[in-house]
Each structure stands twice: as structure tokens, then as C-alpha cells.
């Protein structure tokens, strides 16, 4: 059975770094597209960040410049580098293999879908 697996979250002060970092346990086969996404109380579930297998990036607007997703295919992991922390980024962080976050990044497919359980992300002085 495949299983996705975040770490690193954690509390961290304004200003602040953290890396996400995403495992997968068990056999999967290509995914094209994977992603990071965050939900934050009281609010919907978002799009961040999604990284194709070609290497190409893209990110939502209110962490563009801050955040950077990258993989390491060796390792089957994907990482989520968040620099200068702001309170209001504090939420679940989640990551997604497939079909959603290639969806999110405009390609159309229909595809299977893997989701991690999450990893809290809280930043606060």
C-alpha cells in the first residue's frame, strides 16, 4: 500500500525557515506532477507549490519567492524550502502525488492521486 509521509514541521518564530520533506513508502510508478498544499483553520485547502517530472515549477502567488519545491528522485522525496515565515502561513501542510496537483498546474489528466496526512507548520514569536 502506498503511503506518503511529511516531516518537519514544527513551530518556528516570523522571519524563520523550515523544509518539509515528503516520502513515499511502497511502490509507486511515475507520477508526473507532485505538490505541496496547506490548510490553515477555518479555511480551504490550497494549492502552493507542484513540481513536474521534467523539473518544472510552479507556485501560488502568496509564497512565490519564499518557498521552493524541489525532489530527489533517488530518494523519492519531495522538499518544500520555506523561508521568511510569516505568521499567516502557519497551517496543515500537506503533499499530493498526482492527478490534483497536475490538475492545479493546468495539465489534464485523470491520473492516480496519493495524499500525505500532514505535518503542522505554526509560526509565532
Known amino acids: 500500500q502506498v503511503q506518503l509521509v511529511e516531516s518537519g514541521g514544527g513551530l518556528v518564530q516570523p522571519g524563520g525557515s523550515l523544509r518539509l520533506s515528503c516520502a513515499v513508502s511502497g511502490s509507486i510508478f511515475s507520477i508526473y506532477a507532485k505538490g505541496w498544499y496547506r490548510q490553515a483553520p477555518g479555511k480551504e485547502r490550497e494549492f502552493i507549490a507542484g513540481i513536474t517530472s521534467g523539473g518544472g515549477t510552479m507556485y501560488a502567488g502568496s509564497v512565490k519567492g519564499r518557498f521552493t519545491i524541489s525532489r530527489d528522485n533517488a530518494k523519492n522525496t519531495v522538499y518544500l524550502e520555506m523561508n521568511s515565515l510569516k505568521p499567516e502561513d502557519t497551517a496543515v501542510y500537506y503533499c499530493?502525488?498526482?492527478?490534483?496537483?497536475?490538475?492545479?498546474?493546468?495539465?489534464?489528466?485523470?491520473?492516480?492521486?496519493?495524499w500525505g496526512k500532514g505535518t503542522l507548520v505554526t509560526v509565532s514569536s
Open positions: 499530493n502525488w498526482g492527478r490534483t496537483t497536475a490538475r492545479a498546474m493546468g495539465f489534464i489528466t485523470t491520473g492516480t492521486d496519493y
